[in-house]
């Protein structure tokens, strides 16, 4: 698992208890979008910062937060807390950042969240949403990331053209491609290798990478490279 300094902490689901204690564990800062805190504490540590309006903190973690600088913010503003929370990670100088519970039962929260990575001062740092079984990210200039021969990997224009787009190590490569936003041609390609690589030449491409190798057998039906899974 790559080592975070910065962990921040959504109010989202968290599926897997010992994943994301073991990402606090690595972390050097630790801090919460209001309500993240009470799942810090439940998992057993303590946050750095708590950052947000702070109505839906539990009145019995006050005590246990005292240790955390609290950055209170008005329930009526302009941004969700999660936003807030990780412009104090910028603000700390941290450029690799991991943001969990990030992904709820509301999609708009979760859509906002997943947004937050086009923001232009975290476009160029190494930002990502993780959950257990996933990864999401903003595709750099040229990456090289290590995942699962099986898994999938979905690879979704967020600006009206994504150009130059080349990948290796995926049974659909693309060699200098053109993607373009509104049609979801990148869905559900499968990774051929332990690594994979992508570059762009210009645009903003969301990666969102299942880290677990696909269940069933898949046949690759012809040279085009359309599969079916049972």
Do not use: W
């Amino acid at each position: 698992m790559t080592n975070f300094q910065c962990v921040l902490l959504a109010g989202g689901l968290l599926k897997d208890d010992a994943y994301h204690q073991e990402l606090l564990s690595q972390a050097k800062t630790i801090i919460c979008a209001d309500s993240g805190a009470n799942e810090v504490l439940r998992l057993g540590f303590k946050p750095d910062y708590v950052v947000g309006d702070l109505d839906s903190l539990h009145p019995q973690n006050l005590e246990m937060l005292k240790t955390a600088k609290l950055i209170r913010y008005p329930r009526e503003k302009d941004y969700p807390d999660t936003y807030y929370a990780l412009q104090k990670a910028l603000q700390l100088g941290y450029q690799r950042i991991a943001l969990l519970a990030c992904l709820g039962k509301r999609f708009d929260h979760a859509y906002a969240n997943v947004m937050l990575l086009t923001l232009p001062e975290v476009r160029n740092l190494d930002v990502r949403i993780l959950e257990p079984e996933q990864e999401i990210f903003l595709v750099k200039k040229k990456m090289k990331i290590k995942g699962q021969k099986g898994a999938t990997l979905s690879l979704l224009p967020l600006s009206e053209k994504v150009r130059g787009i080349t990948t290796q190590g995926l049974y659909y490569q693309v060699e200098n491609g053109t993607f373009t936003q509104g049609y979801p041609l990148g869905v559900s390609n499968v990774l051929i290798e332990d690594v994979f690589e992508i570059s762009l030449e210009s645009g903003l491409l969301l990666a969102l990478h299942n880290k677990k190798k696909k269940s069933g057998n898949f046949r690759f039906l012809d040279p085009t490279g359309y599969f079916s899974g049972t």
